[in-house]
Structures are given as structure tokens and as C-alpha cells.
């Protein structure tokens, strides 16, 4: 008996440790320096990508002021708005139609790549020598000023030589562009260029600071998962691979900026970071092998630019149908993947039946507590025997005092007489930690449920309970001190604490004094503890608890019946 305590108060304790550590210890979080006057204080970081390394690039240069003046095109798609400043055919202007940064009906919507102060884009280009190659100053011109859906764009530019270099760029799909970069080579001389493309980020980004999720620079490259802090990049300054396969860029918690060079041809890739006097710029970049282009000749590179929301199915279908070699790991699902994803496709099949992810989650606890019956069963009627036996286990205390080993001994004789397997109540709580921690990683890194309403006061799944008691549950209108968040607890983590308070007076008390007081406390530990944690997963545990409480219930029921009928 007191080894199932230890085990049950083990699993409880690291449990608490596993989920109260961000609370309690947060990651720390970057402060932004201020810029002076409002001006653009980005500083040159390295040579131009003209400048190639052995392999991968120096980082990119970006212009010290920003011009307005300079020409663009501009991006309107049904998902996507922004411009392409044709002053180095940077794109650096690309805003998400489909979301906002907050509920509010007025919020702005989410805009990922943009110019200025902290600019963040994709530009492309070629490394070689012998001829004048284009820059982040070259003006390039463009056969029209609208990139939509079905109208490519080409920009084209010739040097003093007279090679001209085109970017073709067109929509080939949700969040996903692609750029065909070709040379036509009509100088006096054969060349050999390598074509490159690259995603330059200045400033270190506010993050989330939680350990089970990264954000940063990503990529699976080697036919493997890369994935870098920032801070680890800037210690490091530049990361290199080689690789055939893959795709390389930065990730946020929800969004993704990558490049996808073409599949199945030979390229180097490089993280890079430097920093500069106010502000650090990281880069992530692939370059080619140069390819020899004769007088006369035109070469041409094809890749992709995916600048979007990262939907698990839509990087699913470009992994499965354009071949993206693992594309679908840029949402950070963990190490338990194997359960999570699943999880996910569960929820995501459905919502598409119940129309509410609040529903989905009840119907996929309902189906996990299915599921796992028969053993679940075999447990609660284990348990409730226990309880049963408490008496019992009383008058054994009672009549061999000290002598534990006596003790321990007749307990065994009785669990074996009556067919009790006292440690078979840590079954259901351990068959319901992974699903729970991989609910848990679902709703925190999934986009799909970000800003998912249940029903009542909950509008957002991913986030916590925004009624709490410091405001009567939304009766005051206080704004409430952070000093003063952690007991202003809101009402269904309060409903989950009462749940898990009624489930362990259906469990046999323990023995140990101690353990006892410990165990009655965790209700009001993991009320507080999940407070700060997404709706959705208080939800979760609180509807678990209560299909607990009826199953036991209904077991305790039975089995005190049949006492009865057999005394």
C-alpha cells in the first residue's frame, strides 16, 4: 500500500515540477533598445551576399535608411497582401489576410516580412565573379505592378556586360510562392554563377519562453530536424550544412518564413548572427553550386518562399504532394509526436463533425476514457474494493501496532484473499499523463487553435480563463496587478479543482498522515498551478475528472449492493 502512495505522490509531484516550472521560472524575456528619433538604426552586418564564403553566405547588408520612394509591386492575394520593393527585389512586405493579432474586431491583421526599423524579408540573387551582379541598391524593373494569383510577376536587370538577370515570381499556392531565377548570358565571356536565396531578420523577437516549443532559426536539413535559439546562434555566429533535401528559415510560434530550394539538387545552407551596436540580425540562407553559363547561354533556378501560418494540414499536403522533405515538422510537436499529431488530426476530424473545438475536446476525452476501458475498469474496481477494505486495514494497524513486517505481511494475504491489487489505481493516472501533456502541446502549438471559442466566456481555447475571481468573474471592471494573477483564479480551473477534490474522496484515503495532507492538498496546488494554463486543457482535465467521478461512482454503488446481498 504505502508503495502505491509513493508511486501516485511520485507521478503527482513531477507533474507539478513539469508544468509549474515556466510559471513559476519563466524563460527571460528580450527587451527591444529604442531607436533614436524614430529613424532606422539597422547597421551593416557584412558584405554584400555578392561576397560568397566557402560555403554559405555573409550575411545580408541591409540599406542604413529606409526609402519610401523606392518602386514596388504590389502582392494581393486571396490569402496575402504586401509589395515587393524593387530597390534590391527585396520582398518585404507581406501581411496575412486571414489573421489578427488579437479578437478585437478592429485589430490589425498579422503581418510577417515588412521594411524599416527591424526590416525582415527574402531577397534572392547570384555569387560569382567577372561581371557585375545585381544588389541591395539595384533598381530592377518589373512587367507589371500587381502580383496576384494568376498573374506572375517578372523583374529583370542587366548589367554593364549585358547579362540579364530575371526573377520570375508567381502564387503558386495557400502562403507559398515560388521564384525562378534565371541568367541570360550575353557578354563576351562564359561566367560561372551560383544562385542563392535568403530570409534576413533584424532584431531579437519577443518569444513565448517556454521550453516545449521552439522559436527561432529552423530547418531540416542532413535529413535532420535544426532547430536554434537565438541567443545559441549569436554565441555561435554561423551554423553550415549540406544538404540535398530540405528547407531552411525562422520560425514564430504560429508563423513561418521559410525557404524550400529545389528538392533533390545539392545545396549549402547557413544560420548566421551578428550583432550590431543596437540590434543583433540573424540570416538563413542557401546558395548553389555555380553552375557555367556560356556566351549565349541562359541557366535557370527554381525554388520556393512559404511566408504564412503554420496549418498542420496545409504543410502536411505540401510535404505529400510538392515533396517538401519534412515540411510538416515546422510545427514544433515534440518529442511525442507519435501521440500529439494524432491527437491533433482527432480534434481537427472532430471539429469538422461538432463545428466547436470546446466539443471536440469533451467527444475526444470521451473517446480516450473509451478507449482505455477495460483497464480503467479493472483499476476503479480495484480501487473501490480498497476503499471497501479500509476498515479492515484498520483493525490490522490496531492489532499489530509497530511490527511492520507482520503488518505488510497479513495486508498481502488480504489483498490476495480478496483479489485487490493495490497498486493498480496508478494505472488510469498514468495512462492519462502523456495524453494529457500531449493535449496540452496541441493546444499551445497548434494555430488551429488559436483564438478557438468554446461556448459562455471562454473565445479562446489556447488562452487562460479570462474571468476570475479578484473581478467576481467579470462582474468588475478592475484591470487586475500582475502582482495579484496568481490568485485570480478563474472559474473553470476552480470547476476542475472541485472535480479533482471529489475524485480522490472516491479513492481509499492513505495510511501515512502526511501523505494524506500532501494529497488533499494538490487540488488547491493544480487549481492555482493550471489557472495560467490554456482553457481548452482545463476543460479538458475538469470533463475527465467528472466521467471519473461517474464511473466510480457507479462501481462503488455496485460493489457496496453486492456486499449487502451477501451479508
Known amino acids: 500500500m504505502d508503495e502505491k502512495r509513493n508511486l501516485i505522490l511520485a507521478i503527482a509531484l513531477s507533474g507539478l515540477v513539469l508544468l509549474g516550472w515556466q510559471y513559476f521560472f519563466p524563460a527571460p524575456q528580450y527587451v527591444a533598445p529604442e531607436t533614436i528619433d524614430g529613424q532606422n538604426q539597422e547597421v551593416a552586418l557584412g558584405a554584400s551576399p555578392q561576397a560568397q564564403s566557402e560555403v554559405g553566405l555573409a550575411l545580408d547588408a541591409p540599406t542604413r535608411d529606409v526609402d519610401d520612394t523606392a518602386p514596388r509591386v504590389q502582392i494581393d492575394t ?3 497582401i504586401g509589395s515587393i520593393n524593387l530597390r534590391g527585389a ?18 490589425p491583421i498579422i ?15 547570384w555569387t560569382g565573379k567577372n561581371v557585375t551582379l545585381p544588389d541591395n541598391k539595384t533598381i530592377w524593373q518589373a512587367d507589371r505592378d500587381v502580383l496576384t494569383l494568376n498573374t506572375p510577376v517578372r523583374l529583370s536587370w542587366t548589367s554593364p556586360e549585358g547579362v540579364t538577370f530575371i526573377q520570375d515570381i ?7 510562392l515560388s521564384i525562378k531565377q534565371s541568367v541570360i548570358n550575353n557578354s563576351t565571356q562564359s561566367l560561372s554563377l551560383a544562385p542563392y536565396g535568403l530570409i534576413s531578420r533584424g532584431g531579437t523577437p519577443e518569444t513565448s519562453g517556454f521550453y516545449i516549443l521552439h522559436e527561432g532559426l529552423i530547418g531540416v536539413l542532413e535529413e535532420s530536424l535544426k532547430e536554434i535559439d537565438y541567443d545559441t546562434l ?30 533533390g539538387q545539392k545545396f549549402n545552407a547557413a544560420f548566421s548572427a551578428q550583432q550590431s551596436n543596437l540590434e543583433p540580425r540573424y540570416q538563413t ?44 515538422l515546422a510545427v514544433d510537436f515534440g518529442v511525442m509526436y507519435f501521440i500529439t499529431k494524432p491527437i491533433f488530426y482527432m480534434l481537427d476530424y472532430l471539429f469538422d463533425f461538432l463545428g466547436n473545438f470546446g466539443l471536440a475536446i469533451l467527444a475526444l476525452t470521451v473517446g480516450i476514457k473509451l478507449l482505455f476501458f477495460p483497464l480503467s475498469n479493472k483499476s476503479y474496481v480495484s480501487m473501490s474494493k480498497m476503499k471497501l477494505l479500509q476498515p479492515k486495514m484498520v483493525e490490522l494497524k490496531e492489532r499489530y501496532g509497530d511490527d511492520r513486517q507482520k503488518l505488510n505481511a497479513e495486508m498481502m494475504t488480504m489483498y490476495k ?3 485487490v491489487n493495490p497498486l493498480a489505481g496508478c494505472l488510469p493516472i498514468l495512462l492519462q499523463i502523456p495524453v494529457f501533456f500531449a493535449l496540452y502541446k496541441v493546444l499551445f502549438v497548434a494555430i488551429e487553435m488559436r483564438h478557438a471559442p468554446f461556448f459562455g466566456w471562454i473565445s479562446d481555447l489556447s488562452a487562460p480563463d479570462p474571468l476570475g475571481i479578484l473581478t467576481l468573474f467579470g462582474l468588475i471592471d478592475w484591470q487586475v496587478p500582475a502582482v495579484l494573477a496568481i490568485v485570480n483564479i478563474g472559474l473553470w480551473p476552480l470547476i476542475m479543482g472541485f472535480t479533482m477534490w471529489g475524485q480522490q474522496k472516491l479513492n481509499p484515503a492513505p495510511a501515512d498522515p502526511i501523505q494524506a495532507k500532501i494529497f ?21 482535465w475538469a470533463w475527465n475528472n467528472i466521467l471519473t467521478i461517474a464511473q466510480q461512482w457507479i462501481i462503488m454503488r455496485r460493489l457496496n449492493k453486492n456486499a449487502q446481498q451477501q451479508t
Not at 111 to 125: E, F, I, N, Q, W
Not at 170 to 175: G, I, N
Not at 236 to 262: C, H, M
Open 520 to 540: 488533499g492538498l494538490m487540488p488547491i496546488f493544480f487549481t492555482f498551478l493550471l489557472a495560467t494554463f490554456p482553457a481548452g486543457l482545463v476543460i479538458y
Open 417 to 419: 484473499r480478496e483479489k
Open 111 to 125: 503581418t510577417l516580412l515588412k521594411d524599416g526599423v527591424r526590416s525582415y524579408y527574402a531577397s534572392y540573387g
Open 234 to 263: 549569436l554565441e555561435d555566429k554561423r551554423q553550415r550544412f549540406s544538404s540535398e533535401n530540405g528547407w531552411l528559415g525562422i520560425t514564430d510560434k504560429y508563423w513561418l518564413v521559410a525557404q524550400i530550394p529545389a528538392q
Open 170 to 176: 508567381s502564387v503558386t499556392d495557400r502562403f507559398l
Open 78 to 80: 486571396p490569402d496575402s
Open 90 to 107: 527585396k520582398i518585404d512586405h507581406l501581411a496575412l489576410e486571414d489573421y489578427k493579432e488579437t479578437l478585437d474586431a478592429d485589430s
Open 285 to 328: 540562407d542557401f546558395v548553389t553550386d555555380a553552375q557555367n553559363i556560356a556566351v549565349g547561354e541562359t541557366v535557370s533556378y527554381s525554388s520556393n518562399l512559404f511566408v504564412g501560418a503554420k496549418e498542420t494540414t496545409l504543410l502536411d499536403r505540401y510535404r505529400d504532394d510538392l515533396g517538401f522533405h519534412q515540411f510538416d
